[in-house]
């Protein structure tokens, strides 16, 4: 289980849409697990059910890891904020700087920049492994690019990715400037404006990043992968 990538409400009051990768350690193909769950009490005022049932399954095969290899290229997906994670490093900024909640940055608070509902992706996602071959999915959550990238790449490669490829949101400059925190630091803690990767084979790059743009994503070019030896790395370059 490589982590949850996706929770999202459904059409109706009390379905959830829960979206998984699923990889074994041996490599073998991982898959994005779909499953829709009907909400007790909604089935209970029905009349049919007493717990939460699982209602549909769904398997979208995502490649395995020997499909993934030098010459495939990163696709950034954009992230509305911090996303739930490193909040314990946001508090202490917070406190050692004297803020409030309620200062402005930019134009909006900081409340509104920390409390920025996590941006789902699982839609565009599952539409995109329909239409072309996925080798990877890398969820950015706690621990950064260093830490999530490395998870779905096999061994002998190394992630290069261009963080001058897209323009963080200001929350981020923020919490580094006044927590002093360093640039490796800022990446292994943030997802720092990029909150999903797709691994694609190069010759797929435009197809994916104008389906994931038409889907609503901010969608672009981030990095590539080039042979390496040993565990799988990232290196973060400008």
Same mark, same amino acid.
């Given at each position: 289980?490589?982590?949850?990538? *996706?929770?999202?409400?459904?059409?109706?009051?009390?379905?959830?849409?829960?979206?998984?990768?699923?990889?074994?350690?041996?490599?073998?193909?991982?898959?994005?697990?779909?499953?829709?769950?009907?909400?007790?009490?909604?089935?209970?005022?029905?009349?049919?059910?007493?717990?939460?049932? $699982?209602?549909?399954?769904?398997?979208?095969?995502?490649?395995?890891?020997?499909?993934?290899?030098?010459?495939?290229? $990163?696709?950034?997906?954009?992230?509305?904020?911090?996303?739930?994670?490193?909040?314990?490093?946001?508090? !202490?900024?917070?406190?050692?700087?004297?803020? !409030?909640?309620?200062?402005?940055?930019?134009?909006?608070?900081? %409340?509104?920049?920390?409390?920025?509902?996590?941006?789902?992706?699982? !839609? =565009?996602?599952?539409?995109?492994?329909?239409?072309?071959?996925?080798? *990877?999915?890398?969820?950015?959550?706690?621990?950064?690019?260093?830490?999530?990238?490395?998870?779905?790449? =096999?061994?002998?490669?190394? %992630?290069?990715?261009?963080?001058?490829?897209?323009?963080? =949101? %200001?929350?981020?400059?923020?919490?580094?400037?006044?927590?002093?925190?360093?640039?490796?630091?800022?990446?292994?803690?943030?997802?720092?404006?990029?909150?999903?990767?797709?691994?694609?084979?190069?010759?797929?790059?435009?197809?994916?990043?104008?389906?994931?743009?038409?889907?609503?994503?901010?969608?672009?070019?981030?990095?590539?992968?080039? =042979?390496?030896?040993?565990?799988?790395?990232?290196?973060?370059?400008?």
């Amino acid at each position: 289980e490589a982590g949850l990538i *996706a929770e999202d409400d459904g059409p109706e009051r009390g379905v959830r849409c829960l979206g998984r990768v699923l990889d074994d350690e041996a490599g073998g193909p991982g898959q994005v697990l779909v499953l829709v769950v009907v909400a007790a009490a909604d089935l209970q005022q029905a009349g049919r059910h007493e717990h939460p049932v $699982l209602v549909a399954a769904h398997h979208h095969p995502v490649g395995d890891r020997q499909q993934r290899q030098a010459g495939d290229v $990163l696709i950034g997906l954009g992230s509305s904020g911090p996303h739930s994670n490193g909040y314990s490093l946001i508090r !202490k900024i917070l406190e050692v700087s004297g803020s !409030k909640l309620t200062d402005m940055l930019e134009d909006r608070s900081l %409340a509104d920049w920390l409390l920025a509902p996590t941006r789902i992706y699982v !839609k =565009p996602l599952l539409a995109l492994c329909s239409r072309l071959p996925v080798h *990877a999915l890398a969820h950015i959550t706690g621990g950064g690019l260093s830490e999530n990238l490395p998870r779905v790449l =096999p061994a002998d490669t190394l %992630a290069v990715v261009d963080t001058s490829s897209w323009q963080q =949101p %200001a929350i981020f400059d923020w919490l580094q400037h006044n927590g002093n925190v360093a640039n490796n630091e800022m990446f292994r803690t943030f997802n720092c404006g990029i909150g999903m990767v797709v691994c694609v084979a190069a010759g797929d790059a435009l197809a994916a990043i104008e389906h994931l743009t038409n889907q609503g994503e901010d969608a672009r070019l981030i990095g590539h992968i080039e =042979p390496a030896s040993g565990a799988p790395e990232v290196r973060l370059v400008t």
